[in-house]
T-cell receptor, first 111, second 113 residues
Framework: DGGITQSPKYLFRKEGQNVTLSCEQNLNHDAMYWYRQDPGQGLRLIYYSQIVNDFQKGDIAEGYSVSREKKESFPLTVTSAQKNPTAFYLC??????????FGPGTRLTVT | DQQVKQNSPSLSVQEGRISILNCDYTNSMFDYFLWYKKYPAEGPTFLISISSIKDKNEDGRFTVFLNKSAKHLSLHIVPSQPGDSAVYFCAASVVTSGSRLTFGEGTQLTVNP
């Protein structure tokens, strides 16, 4: 079954801890993306990668880090420097210049 | 600077009637536009897209219209069904800059039986 998986669905962390969100795709897509969604708002781009071992900052990259060591995987680390980490995080992938397809999302709650 | 804007946060229609969702953009470089549907606590689902070389694209009950001079696009759903109730996002990109999308804030569509 081809698709994008994100795990876990729900994640709880204490303030001050780093946390890594997983994103895997088996669609053979070159590009992968991370967004966050806050209540009543649209999706805001955190980071994206169009090729292995390369990635670019999106609109709200501060407090986040990513890696792209494999084509299939694009993990996102939410660091303690992120001031408002509680949000719904969405991963997507696409062929270059094609529509993005999204995973089911991870709800992160930091207390 | 909100480059893609959906001015209506919500829309309510009767089952069987037409739903029209609107989206405006300010960046004249955008040349590829998409609509996504999203249920709560799920990832968005790609619905339909349109390139700036076209002014209409149709897929089943969904039609997207693009008016480049007005920097406006719309999604028509005919006939509307209760299962269409969701948040709809429009998104835009500059194709030569890769697949990076800019999203609108979304419109909550409610289709009443």
């Amino acid at each position: 079954d081809g698709g994008i998986t994100q795990s876990p669905k729900y994640l709880f962390r204490k303030e001050g801890q780093n946390v890594t969100l997983s994103c895997e795709q088996n669609l053979n897509h070159d590009a992968m993306y991370w967004y966050r969604q806050d209540p009543g708002q649209g999706l805001r781009l955190i980071y994206y990668s169009q090729i292995v071992n390369d990635f670019q900052k999106g609109d709200i990259a501060e407090g986040y880090s990513v890696s792209r060591e494999k084509k299939e995987s694009f993990p996102l680390t939410v660091t303690s420097a992120q001031k408002n980490p509680t949000a719904f995080y969405l991963c997507a992938s696409s062929v270059l210049q094609g529509p993005q397809y999204f995973g089911p999302g991870t709800r992160l709650t930091v207390t | 600077d909100q480059q893609v804007k959906q001015n209506s946060p919500s829309l309510s229609v009767q089952e069987g009637r037409i739903s029209i969702l609107n989206c405006d953009y300010t960046n004249s470089m955008f040349d590829y536009f998409l609509w996504y549907k999203k249920y709560p606590a799920e990832g968005p689902t790609f619905l339909i897209s349109i390139s700036s070389i076209k002014d209409k694209n149709e897929d089943g009950r969904f039609t997207v219209f693009l008016n480049k001079s007005a920097k406006h696009l719309s999604l028509h759903i005919v006939p509307s069904q209760p299962g269409d109730s969701a948040v709809y996002f429009c998104a835009a990109s500059v194709v030569t800059s890769g697949s990076r999308l800019t999203f609108g804030e979304g419109t909550q569509l409610t289709v009443n039986p």
